[in-house]
């Protein structure tokens, strides 16, 4: 079993939404922080959003703060990210990734454990 897999990519239009979701493995989802990822064409891989698994606090990067939603659920072992309103440069591919410590730090070697990436494309 893989220890994070990304579903939900797409194509969306300007303004449209699409949601993501992430399964973790038992021993995955159990790290202290989880969070998702992006990099566009050329660019570094940037953190969107996380989310403490413990109690739930969030954190989102500027560019998506009041457009992107991250929730957890403990049940399905799962990492969701609602995102409304989207806008070209939204477009990249989209990483979950685990973090143990709980810091939930933006920095992508704080991450130990990373999905394969699924594809959002945003146009008119």
């Known amino acids: 079993q893989a220890q994070l897999e990304e579903f939900g990519g797409g194509s969306a239009e300007i303004g449209g939404s699409l949601r993501l979701s992430c399964v973790a493995s038992?021993?995955?989802?159990?790290?202290?922080?989880l969070a998702w990822f992006r990099q566009a064409p050329g660019k570094e891989r940037e953190r969107a959003a996380a989310?403490?698994?413990?109690?739930?606090?969030?954190f989102y990067s500027d560019s998506v703060k009041g457009r992107f939603k991250i929730s957890r659920d403990h049940a399905q072992k799962a990492m969701y990210l609602q995102m409304n309103n989207l806008k070209p440069e939204d477009t990249a591919t989209y990483y979950c990734?685990?973090?143990?410590?709980?810091?939930?730090?933006?920095?992508?070697?704080?991450?130990?454990?990373w999905g394969q990436g699924t594809q959002v494309t945003v146009s008119s």
């Open positions: 990734a685990a973090e143990r410590r709980g810091f939930c730090l933006s920095g992508i070697d704080d991450y130990y454990s």
């Open positions: 038992p021993v995955t989802y159990g790290a202290g922080c």
């Open positions: 989310i403490r698994v413990r109690d739930g606090t969030t």
